[in-house]
């Protein structure tokens, strides 16, 4: 399996701050990386995906870069509903893999 | 819009067999990868397995020998079935859609999900 490990594991922040995930691949995954946010209770929603692309309906607010091994989801500026838990997954491989999740909790 | 439906127990006892309904509505069930996704509590999600319209499954390594999942595209249903549960089994359990083809990118994401039902396995 393609393990995915995210940094930080957690932080917090300010609303109006430009926040910072990193998702981090064990092997090469070319560009095949999504990213999706949780909130508590909530399914997980598609934010991004092919690393870059925004899923639709998505604020512009969020982005994604990186390919190969090293991935970033970047919020420009955080407002109240972007609190919640991120993951990133890979779809290099037939058997997906998730990351442990970033929570993003409020400074 | 696409709805996407789980149902069945809320609880199973240790060794017997987990057994979940997706039901789709709003959308086709032809042309799409249907996956099941486990979240135990507090944990991240992990990818049960997936099965196209005509039928072909895959499925994560470490669950292969106890997993099946079907579908009825004349119900538009799906249906997962997991044998000798233990503890940590224990999770919600969701349907999924599997965004395909050019639209993709060639990244498959996960971009309709249920809401999830959360099964126990506990005596």
């Known amino acids: 399996d393609i393990q995915m490990t995210q940094s930080p594991s957690s932080l917090s922040a300010s609303v109006g701050d430009r926040v910072t995930i990193t998702c981090r691949a064990s092997q090469s995954i070319n560009t095949y990386l999504n990213w999706y946010q949780q909130k508590p209770g909530k399914a997980p929603k598609l934010l991004i995906y092919?690393?870059?692309t925004l899923h639709r309906g998505v604020p512009s607010r969020f982005s994604g870069s990186g390919s190969g091994t090293d991935f970033t989801l970047t919020i420009s500026s955080l407002q109240p509903e972007d609190f919640a838990t991120y993951y990133c997954?890979?779809?290099?491989?037939?058997?997906?893999?998730f990351g442990q999740g970033t929570k993003l909790g409020i400074k | 819009q696409v709805q996407l439906q789980e149902s069945g127990p809320g609880l199973v006892r240790p060794s017997e067999t987990l057994s979940l309904t997706c039901t789709v509505s709003g959308g086709s069930i032809s042309g799409y990868y249907w996956s099941w996704i486990r979240q135990p509590p507090g944990k991240a999600p992990e990818w049960i397995g997936y099965?196209?319209?005509?039928?072909?499954?895959y499925y994560n390594p470490s669950l292969k020998s106890r997993v099946t999942i079907s579908v009825d595209t004349s119900k538009k249903q799906l249906s997962l079935k997991l044998t000798s549960v233990t503890a940590a089994d224990t999770a919600v359990y969701y349907c999924?859609?599997?965004?395909?083809?050019?639209?993709?990118?060639?990244?498959?994401?996960?971009?309709?999900w249920g809401q999830g039902t959360l099964v126990t396995v506990s005596s």
């Open positions: 099965i196209y319209d005509s039928g072909s499954t």
């Open positions: 092919a690393a870059s």
């Open positions: 997954q890979q779809s290099y491989r037939t058997s997906r893999t």
């Open positions: 999924v859609r599997t965004l395909v083809g050019k639209e993709s990118s060639g990244s498959y994401p996960f971009d309709w």
